[in-house]
């Protein structure tokens, strides 16, 4: 319901107008069946979840110690580009290997939230899903598209946090020399 095809060169309907659209098909007199049909808008929420805690359980865990050991190496004479490159460098490494490690859920969660049967959809498990994909593709199905999930998150955490522990820095820093 959620997912339709459009044409090309055609401007594809914006987030309010998508998700009107899809309300706007739940018209029923039935309670329960109103409800059960407003359940496709969070179709895939299990699974995201499922790849996001792992995420960040493996990205933080991972960040803290190699940021601590970074920032050693610089030491005393911390600047905010040694604080930035450090921070940058360890957010960098901790993204990649979140991400590279939580591929097969990241597939799982795509491969359910793409599901064009509703019916199938709603009664789709992560486990399902991550069988499913091991019997027909095997390890190379379980990390389809790891390489751009890599250099999406790795950056992307790398910048985060960074950006994050170079304002602090340099908040701290004002503070403590007014």
């Known amino acids: 319901m959620a997912y339709r095809e459009f044409q090309i060169g055609a401007k594809p309907p914006g987030l309010w107008k998508t998700l009107l659209g899809v ?34 359980a493996i990205c933080w865990s991972t960040l803290e110690p190699m ?11 911390a600047n905010a580009p040694s604080v930035l490159g450090a921070n940058f460098s360890a957010g960098f490494v901790a993204g990649t290997l979140a991400a590279a490690a939580t591929c097969p ?10 599901e064009k ?11 399902q899903t991550l069988t499913e ?25 790398g910048i985060v946090v960074s950006f994050y522990e170079v304002v602090k820095y340099v908040l701290n820093q004002r503070d403590t020399n007014p």
């Open 117 to 127: 049967d509703p019916v199938r959809a709603a009664t789709m498990t992560t486990r």
């Open 105 to 114: 859920l990241d597939v799982a969660k795509t491969r359910r939230q793409i």
């Open 133 to 157: 994909v091991w019997r027909d593709g095997g390890m190379k199905g379980l990390f389809m598209g790891v390489g751009p999930r890599v250099w999406r998150a790795g950056p992307s955490v």
């Open 23 to 56: 309300l706007s098909s739940v018209k029923s007199t039935n309670a329960t069946q109103s409800l059960h049909c407003y359940r496709i808008l969070w179709t895939g929420v299990g699974a995201q979840l499922a790849r996001d805690v792992p995420f960040s």
């Open 67 to 77: 940021r601590r050991r970074l920032l050693g190496w610089v030491g005393e004479e």
